[in-house]
């Protein structure tokens, strides 16, 4: 492997009546022997992204290319030898079988691929000693801590040498000693012909990275604190945006609008003068989960924040993730 590309991938599906967004327009890459982080909250799109670089998800559209192959055109056969030949994929929480023992699940992928008996015995040994687990083949995942399960899952994903590694949440369930050895694992892993793409929250990632793609980008919203003038028809933001300020109406009236999965649009709600729109995604870290354009011409304050809860107080920032808002 030498190159991977991302180009304006966007993932779309239907939750209930509404469309959801959570990769909108992602563009991306990675290169022989980077370890690149995914690095982002809850909500910003880091697994959809992981399960299309994986082939387990096709993108609303846009596409994926690894080398010469455009992954977003595999289908059928050809989408099952990309996803076994070039993919290692390590889930939260390592996913191991707990009836076999760790290097019987080592040597699942190749047991799979009808790797005979010995020599799919040879390399679970082989890639236990290389995550330093070698000891340990005859216990079960019951016997392991959480990092020594993820170490597992690793030596897992490696079994057909893949030129991708991709990595979701590896510090989850690891306590302190473990997590310096998940780490440093990973960071060995990223060697010339392979790619190693970790999604996590955890920024005790980022010293260890080649590459950090932020999955909150900033947005046009950062050059709108204070205020705002609106015509009418104007978009103050839109769903799928990750946006950081909240908004409160000084003049005029704004609609919200949710995408709905037949591709209409559905009105949810007219704010007035004195309302906030836009908590719930700066409160939470999550994206924006309606559209919100001026009914007539308006005038808005965009607030930090740490602005809006020095408004509201306590109470009102219970009342805000408690409504029906964004």
Do not use: W
Request: with cysteine; hydrophobic share 40%.
């Amino acid at each position: 492997m030498e190159h991977l590309q991302i180009s304006d991938l966007t993932v779309e599906h239907a939750s209930g009546d509404y469309l959801v967004r959570p990769l909108d327009r992602f563009s991306g890459e990675a290169r022989s022997g980077e370890l690149v982080l995914l690095l982002g909250p809850s909500g910003s799109g880091k697994t959809t992204l992981l399960a299309c670089l994986a082939g387990l998800r096709s993108p609303t559209s846009g596409g994926i290319r690894l080398d010469d192959e455009v992954v977003t055109d595999l289908r059928g056969r050809d989408l099952a030898e990309y996803c076994r030949r070039s993919v290692g994929l390590v889930l939260p929480g390592a996913k191991l079988l707990p009836g076999l023992t760790i290097r019987e699940n080592v040597e699942v992928p190749l047991r799979l691929a009808h790797v005979p008996g010995r020599t799919a015995r040879a390399r679970a040994a082989e890639l236990l000693d290389l995550v330093g687990l070698g000891e340990h083949g005859h216990q079960r995942p019951a016997d392991l801590s959480g990092g020594q399960q993820q170490r597992v899952a690793i030596a897992r994903a490696l079994a057909h040498e893949p030129p991708l590694i991709l990595v979701d949440e590896p510090t989850v369930g690891a306590d302190y000693v473990q997590v310096e050895i998940v780490l440093r694992t990973l960071r060995d892993l990223a060697v010339p012909g392979r790619a190693v793409i970790v999604a996590t929250h955890d920024e005790r990632l980022v010293p260890l990275a080649d590459r950090v793609i932020e999955m909150r980008p900033q947005t046009p919203e950062a050059e709108q604190l204070g205020t705002v003038d609106l015509k009418e028809g104007q978009t103050l933001f839109e769903q799928g945006d990750n946006g950081e300020l909240v908004y409160v109406i000084v003049k005029g009236q704004l609609d919200v609008f949710r995408a709905l999965a037949d591709g209409g649009d559905a009105l949810v709600h007219t704010c007035q003068p004195g309302e906030y729109v836009g908590e719930i995604g700066p409160l939470l870290g999550l994206p924006r989960s309606a559209t919100v354009k001026a009914k007539t011409d308006a005038v808005v304050q965009g607030l930090t924040v740490e602005e809006f809860c020095e408004r509201v107080g306590p109470e009102g920032v219970r009342h805000a993730l408690g409504s029906t808002s964004l």
